[in-house]
């Protein structure tokens, strides 16, 4: 079976230009589901499915932050065209789309045209602890309720923890061993972020202003680190806005 790296597989060939979702630790594409249906016609939206989750489960899971940004890059770099693209990540999917980013542009010379970041920033966030990722389970998972509004069916269904937990640790031990090495990016960023979000400081988003040739400013909403469930619509509305605008002025270079 062919890997699906990309949820749907297909993106509509009507739309002119395209963006790709990528996961908080431990999460897989379904989680965007409600968001695919809100972007318009004219941009095609697809979610990141890393190896060993739910349809990629038997193969196995990646825990080098290194290891991921390679794989999900030469995926990524095999599924373009010639529509431009943006990125957009939540908390360690912000990381990850921030490295694959900077690995498009200047490793396969097709960086995207927007990245955009919730819940992360590379400075100014609380990565965790070796302590905490290897935590026991019941620990481990009182810590990631404690974040807030993550939704009761991930965490009330053992079969569910089964499928969630060892992905999220795989995941979490690639985040702890991340070395920020202040990369630039070639393309504009704009960010999300919550006002009770535990663990950003208020000052967080700003830390994109060095990486970045144009930062496009921050929206603060109500809730805590998962505060994207409660605000799909005002997330994706401004999403289209910014993928419109950059795409024509992309459509307009010579």
């Known amino acids: 079976m062919v890997a699906r790296w990309f949820h749907p597989d297909m993106p509509s060939p009507e739309a002119t230009a395209r963006i790709f979702l990528f996961p908080y630790a431990g999460g897989s594409a379904p989680m965007y589901r409600d968001w695919l249906p809100l972007f318009p016609p004219d941009i095609a939206a697809q979610a990141v499915q890393l190896p060993g989750r739910l349809d990629r489960r038997a193969e ?71 302590e905490q990722v290897e935590m026991p389970q019941d620990e481990l998972l009182k810590w990631v309720i404690g974040l807030g509004s993550l939704p009761p069916v991930m965490y009330e269904d053992p079969e569910m923890l089964a499928v969630t937990l060892p992905p999220t640790r795989a995941d979490l031990r690639a985040c702890i061993d991340y070395t920020d090495d202040a990369a630039l990016l070639d393309c504009p960023v704009v960010t999300y972020a919550a006002a009770e979000d535990p663990l950003m400081t ?5 830390s994109w202003i060095s990486r970045t040739p144009e930062y496009l400013g921050t929206s603060v909403f109500a809730g805590g680190h998962f505060f994207i469930y409660d605000n799909v619509l005002p997330i994706v509305t401004d999403l289209t806005r910014h993928i419109r605008k950059l795409a024509q002025q992309e459509g307009g270079r010579p």
């Open 202 to 206: 208020p000052a967080a988003a700003d």
């Open 60 to 130: 196995p899971l990646l825990e080098s932050l290194d290891d991921i940004v390679a794989a999900t890059s030469e995926a990524l770099a095999a599924e373009l065209d010639d529509r431009p693209y943006a990125v957009f990540g939540h908390s360690m999917g912000v990381l990850v789309a921030y490295r694959v980013a900077a690995a498009m542009t200047h490793e396969f010379g097709h960086g995207p045209m927007l990245l955009a970041s919730a819940a992360w920033a590379p400075e100014g966030f609380a990565m965790p602890t070796r």
